[in-house]
Structure formats: structure tokens, C-alpha cells
């Protein structure tokens, strides 16, 4: 398994035990469809959120939040679609997408930032 993969796992699992401290319903980790992948599928109150999770071990190039690109974004609003659609919840659902941006340069220097509307 490479670095990278271990290190986004290791992201994921931080990201979680966030937003569940923070009172979010977690639903499904790494949903994946045709058209892409959700990290964290989550829900608060009646929303549905849709988490992408950005971790960084430095800002050497930049923020963790300035990598989720414009072709992301519209992957992760299709696989948001398929996962509504399957779950027969396209009616009505309040849909919220956010970022969990991580900077960690140690496990025990670790800097979340949640961003709410982030797209």
C-alpha cells in the first residue's frame, strides 16, 4: 500500500472521530460509484453532508482545501446524486458539502479545520 494511500486513511479515520465529537451521524466512509468518491457521507440533524477530507503534513503547498479542484468538485456532486438516488432521497433532502482539512506534521501536532458550504 503506498504512503499516500496509509496516510489518507489515517486522515479519514481523524475526520471521523471529529465530526462525531461534533455530534454528526456518520453513515458511510469511502462511498464509491461510477462517477467518483465521497470520503464520509454524514448526516446532522436533517442534512445530509458530503465530506472531503484534505490532509497535509506541511503547507509547503498550501492549504490542504486548495487541492479539492473544480473537476473534483463535480465528481463529488455526481457520486453525491448516485448515493441520494439510491437511497431513494432525492426529494427534499437538505445537502450540505464540507471539507475536513487536516495539517499534520507529527501525530501529535494536528491542526483540523472543518469547513462548512465549502462548494
Known amino acids: 500500500m503506498k504512503y499516500n494511500r496509509i ?13 462525531q465529537g461534533k455530534g454528526y451521524v456518520i453513515l458511510q466512509t469511502n462511498y464509491f460509484c ?4 465521497i470520503d464520509i457521507v454524514a448526516k446532522q440533524g436533517d442534512t445530509y453532508v458530503f465530506v472531503e477530507v484534505k490532509k497535509r ?13 473544480p473537476y473534483k468538485i463535480r465528481h463529488i456532486r455526481l457520486s453525491a446524486m448516485h448515493y441520494l438516488k439510491k437511497h431513494r432521497l432525492l426529494d427534499n433532502t437538505p445537502v450540505r458539502f464540507d471539507c475536513v482539512a487536516i495539517v499534520s506534521t507529527d501525530y501529535q501536532d494536528v491542526e483540523i479545520n472543518h469547513i462548512e458550504n465549502i462548494f
Open 34 to 37: 461510477p462517477m467518483g468518491e
Open 57 to 69: 503534513s506541511s503547507l509547503r503547498f498550501g492549504l490542504p482545501q486548495e487541492a479539492i479542484t
Open 7 to 19: 496516510d489518507g486513511s489515517i486522515g479519514e479515520s481523524l475526520a471521523v472521530d471529529y465530526l
